[in-house]
């Protein structure tokens, strides 16, 4: 985002920023009901039906406000989307580019400064870590060992796909890979290097999930050449679309 300033520094503004929204609103644990945080942080939640876009966030100034309210109001207007996770997403999305001064205060950046597409970047950013506060996220992730459905019964209100993208904040390194109707469809690292092709071991433990629907895990074979360590699958099907998310520990990818 700015090359000069450390990915540390980006994250503990993030974070900061998360744990001041959470404080205000009187939330204390997981799961994080980002509708609640709106509210209790005094903007308003309506819908647009007829809107194209997800969500957007709406300032009013002090001439278009009722008599006896306060000077500014922040409404959080959604459009059409019926699906809860993306619902909390958006209106997580929303109070990102709400509190997105915030984070850049603490970097001591001007906001007029900011790179086109800056903003957005930190509003998705706040996003992810609102949903899925760091220091609640690790010990809940620690405590069952990275396992996906245990986490996301804690942060219900959170997609798969977004509790497994977070892993990629946290150590170890892992590789994330998700499946969509059979197909490989996204798979990044947290390691610094590029994730190599899918690992024998780790096909097979894919199509056990998506065949079986069951959560798979295995380890590399011996014939391959790898610092994976494990690697485990989970099947999130749906009626009408099959989804399988995968992670795979690695010591380093070479």
Sequence with gaps: M????????WSAA???????????????????DAFLVAIRLGLVVTEDLLQSSRARLVRFSAQHQPPATDHTATTIVLGEEQRFERRQFAVAHELGE??????????TIDPRTAPFGGR??????????????????????????????????????????????RMLDMSPPVVISVFDQGHLSWRNSNSGVRPQALL?????????AHHLGEPARAEPHD????????????????PDW???????????WH
């Design 14 to 32: 993030l974070d900061s920023t998360v744990d001041e929204l959470l404080w205000e609103s009187g939330v204390c644990e997981p799961a994080v």
């Design 242 to 252: 099959r989804r399988e998310i995968m992670r795979s520990e690695v010591e380093a």
């Design 98 to 107: 709400f509190a997105a001064e915030r984070v850049f205060a603490r970097l």
């Design 2 to 9: 700015f090359a000069d300033i450390p990915y540390e520094d």
């Design 200 to 208: 024998d071991t780790e096909y097979d433990c894919w199509q056990r």
């Design 120 to 165: 957005e970047q930190v509003a998705n950013l706040l996003a992810a870590r609102l949903l899925l506060p760091a220091r609640w996220f690790r010990k809940t992730a620690l405590a069952c060992d990275w396992d996906l459905l245990e986490i996301k019964r804690v942060f219900w209100t959170a997609s798969h796909e977004l509790i497994a993208r």
């Design 223 to 238: 014939s391959e050449l790898t610092s994976c360590t494990s690697v485990r699958c989970w099947p999130i099907h749906e």
